[in-house]
């Protein structure tokens, strides 16, 4: 099954896939620091925004909101979840918008979903193009360098008469600048087990060199990776949460 099938088909159990999320910590978070670090406008856009569920955060604190994804059916769930918010299906690597935005957020490591530094310097390229003067970026990343192939995430969680076990984990060969999202699903009902393995390209990069593409078009602050409290990071872990002003 391709990548694309499976994201399509398990699109209706996506936000199974991340029940463990705390969204409204995560969008919490990036609201205070548009407020610390952005300027004062409410224009908001989330990139790679799924079924929208960040977006629901940031429409209910009096940002207007838009959102887009390369998968259909997470932006039809998404628009059924924020009627009030407009969605487009674009790749975050070259897309476009008709107004400048204040805000652009990107959640759950899906900037590495450029896939390798060329299309993630387009999409850097892209963001800055789409952010009024003093807008601000924020999403997550992990380092290469950190990366431990052998450690994954796991939740298990029930739907419609169906148990399903979700298992994510990154794996990095060591060199290069791409590497794998691992991801297994297993669905149960009754007597019935589907599983479906699966592994996703991603870019792979170390925050020095990150920093470095950023800062063409940024001014950049690095935090560590806790949407409670906000610490500069250290050098010492591999999750950080990036900061970004239009300079």
Known sequence: ?????????????????????????QSNCIARLHQ???????????????????????LD??????????????LDKAQIR???????????????????VDLITCFLYSIHYSGDIAPLEACLEAVNNALTSGGLFCFNSVDKRFIDNQSSTAH???FDGSAFNFRSGWFYEGQGSQQRLRLSIQKTTGEQV????DSHPMVAVEFPELSTLLEKHFEVFVFEHDYDKLVPWAGQS????????KR
């Open 1 to 25: 099954m391709s990548e694309t099938v499976l994201y399509t088909d398990l699109s209706a159990y996506y936000d199974l896939m991340c029940a463990d999320i705390n969204y409204q910590a």
């Open 36 to 58: 610390i670090f952005g300027n004062e406008g409410r224009q908001h856009l989330d990139l790679a925004c799924g079924t929208g569920p960040h977006i629901r955060y940031f």
């Open 61 to 74: 604190s009096g940002y207007q909101s838009q959102g887009l994804d390369l998968n259909q059916p997470m």
């Open 82 to 100: 924020c009627p009030e918010a407009s969605f487009s299906l674009q790749n975050m690597c070259s897309f476009r918008i008709d107004q400048p």
């Open 156 to 158: 298990s969680a029930a």
């Open 194 to 197: 589907e599983v479906w393995q």
């Open 238 to 245: 591999g999750n950080a949460i990036f900061v970004c002003v």
